[in-house]
């Protein structure tokens, strides 16, 4: 028998919107569960990212130029500095990763109409062509766990990985929620 400061207990609390369904009370997890949790997180890390990286392998780049190529894709006419704060690395490390993207034609960066400081970025047509097909390759194994896990599991995943994001990227998400459904995201927790 486990004693008990080898479980953590987790009160629910009730979310802003319909009720909830059966699953309201205590949820008790034990540090095995949260082992398995964290294995299946890596296992499903490295299956998504098997075949963007071949991709990028060909043109040798790795994980950090698709980021890149993700959040401009997302955010045409984002600034550097924004990107810096996304991805949470330093001015140098950035540098190695986009002054290529730049030089070979996949990124665009122009100066600020307002502020001639600001640097933005855009995808070029190459760019976009890229971050598509890496996007389609990992479109593909999201949509077939999707079909396999059922609506209710996937909002439940939406509600866990949004759980484990800290408050930056919990606006983001909750911005894109408001833009995709019109009707404001959960607050931040």
């Known amino acids: 028998m486990q004693d008990v400061s080898s ?3 987790l009160a629910a609390k ?3 919107g319909p009720p909830a369904q059966s ?3 205590l949820l008790f997890l034990r540090e095995e569960e949260f082992r398995v949790a964290q294995d299946a997180l890596f296992f499903a890390l490295r299956d998504l990212t098997v075949a963007p990286d071949a991709i990028l392998a060909e043109l040798n780049m790795g994980r950090a130029h698709h980021r890149c190529l993700h959040w401009i894709s997302r955010k045409p006419e984002l600034k550097v500095g924004e990107l810096l704060e996304i991805l949470a690395i ?3 490390s950035l540098a190695r990763v986009l002054g290529p993207l730049i030089d070979e034609g996949y990124v665009l960066q122009v100066k600020g109409q307002k502020d001639r400081r600001q640097r933005l970025l855009t995808l070029t047509e190459k760019g976009a062509a890229l971050e598509r097909k890496l996007f389609e390759a990992q479109r593909e194994r999201l949509a077939a ?3 396999e896990a059922g609506g209710q599991a996937v909002d439940g995943f939406r509600r866990v990985l949004r759980g484990m994001t800290k408050d930056q990227g919990r606006r983001y998400l909750d911005e894109v ?3 995709r459904t019109g009707k404001a995201g959960k607050p931040a927790q």
């Open 90 to 92: 330093t001015k140098q």
């Open 23 to 25: 699953h309201a009370g």
């Open 7 to 9: 479980q953590i207990i």
């Open 14 to 16: 009730p979310e802003p």
């Open 177 to 179: 929620e408001t833009g």
């Open 145 to 147: 766990a999707y079909r």
